[in-house]
Nanobody, 118 residues
Framework: QVQVRESGGGSVQAGGSLRLACAAS????????LGWYRRAPGMQRILIST???????EYVDSVKGRFTISQDKDKNMLYLQMNDLKLEDTAVYYC????????????WGQGTQVTVSS
């Protein structure tokens, strides 16, 4: 199973920006969909953005227009540019890849903490 490692989190004021990065330890099958998840304090981990093999991106409404997912296939890297951060974006952010029919192509990493303050 491919390992991932997230980085780029930190503490920012509301309205600020961060860029998260996800490094994969090996090749991820081209059929896998890459995604960013987050788990807010006391909440379940949820999927917030995906990019599929065709480069099509999707976002949950709460981050649409503020977050941008991208990838560098040559470097096995996934990114999440987060702009206009809000207090409710405070969470641990994870990256992962999943198969079209279910299941994950990667293990879960430690995540990276994002804390937004007023």
């Amino acid at each position: 199973q491919v390992q991932v490692r997230e980085s780029g989190g930190g503490s920012v004021q509301a309205g600020g920006s961060l860029r998260l990065a996800c490094a994969a330890s090996g090749y991820i099958y081209s059929s896998c969909r890459l995604g960013w998840y987050r788990r807010a304090p006391g909440m379940q981990r949820i999927l917030i953005s995906t990019i599929n093999t065709d480069g099509k991106t999707e976002y949950v409404d709460s981050v649409k227009g503020r977050f941008t997912i991208s990838q560098d296939k040559d470097k096995n890297m996934l990114y999440l540019q987060m702009n206009d951060l809000k207090l409710e974006d405070t969470a641990v952010y994870y990256c992962a890849a999943d198969y079209p029919m279910g299941g994950y192509c990667t293990d879960w990493g430690q995540g990276t903490q994002v804390t937004v303050s007023s």
